[in-house]
């Protein structure tokens, strides 16, 4: 009967609208002041104080401290794949949820908990098994000789990689098909970062590629997108 009382609590608290939009705001991973988290939830500075405070005492967000000032993010990456199961869940309801709601934006590329999404993100996995780099069994993605290889060139730290040989896939809720999660995908869109193929939009999950990364991920991977 307690597991039956915190699953409800958590869903009570996961699905009321503004600490819905709150929580997806930090499913990139980032952490966020309490008045931008505010204003992406549409509510005041009071209401948004109170609604932080429960998402924090259920075990959701966790605080850093920075000298005077105080940031949330998301206490652990299972949240992230909590919020991104039910937008996966939502967004099968045609009833509900039309194509062009979806800000094509964040279909287009965006992160989710620090790894790549969208049609980017999908495009990369895709280009990665046609490689014979990965191989998806139950939705882990198993890496082979050739992508550790072909990864450790690209940039990535091959030893890792041969220590452990594989990494989580999520089913992207905007394109129903998989991408790369922890840690591949992390390092992945780390090392995008870095090259300076894409760039993060500020108070968006939503992702932008440079005319370097178009250049990049077509020449490397052999994935056509723009910029």
């Known amino acids: 009967m307690t597991q039956d009382i915190d699953i409800a609590r958590i869903a009570a608290l996961v699905g009321e609208p503004a600490r819905a939009a709150m929580l997806l705001a930090l499913g990139d991973g980032r952490a966020l002041p309490a008045g931008e988290l505010a204003a992406c939830a549409a509510v005041s500075a009071p209401t948004a104080s109170g609604h ?9 967000l966790e605080v850093v401290q920075q000298g005077r000032h105080r940031y949330y993010r998301l206490a652990s990456a299972q949240i992230a794949a909590l919020l991104e199961s039910l937008i996966l869940v939502a967004a099968q309801n045609p009833a509900r949820v039309a194509t062009s709601r979806v800000d ?22 895709d280009a990665l098994q046609r490689r014979q780099c990965i191989r998806i069994e139950d939705d882990i993605a198993h ?28 089913i992207d809720w905007s394109e129903r098909r998989h ?34 990364g178009v250049a990049g991920f077509a020449s490397t991977f052999g994935v056509s997108v723009e910029a």
Request: aromatic residues 6%.
């Open 52 to 60: 932080l405070g429960a998402l924090r005492e259920a075990g959701l």
């Open 104 to 125: 094509p934006l964040l279909q287009a590329a965006r992160t989710c908990y620090s790894h790549l999404a969208g049609r980017l993100g999908v495009a990369l996995c």
């Open 143 to 170: 890496l082979t000789p050739d992508g550790i290889r072909f990864l450790g060139d690209f940039g990535l730290d091959a030893a890792r990689l041969r220590r452990h040989p594989f990494s989580k896939t999520c």
């Open 179 to 212: 991408h790369l999660g922890a840690p591949v995908g992390i390092a992945l869109y780390r090392r995008c970062l870095d090259l300076g193929w894409v760039r993060h939009q500020l108070d968006s999950r939503a992702v932008r590629l440079t005319q370097a």
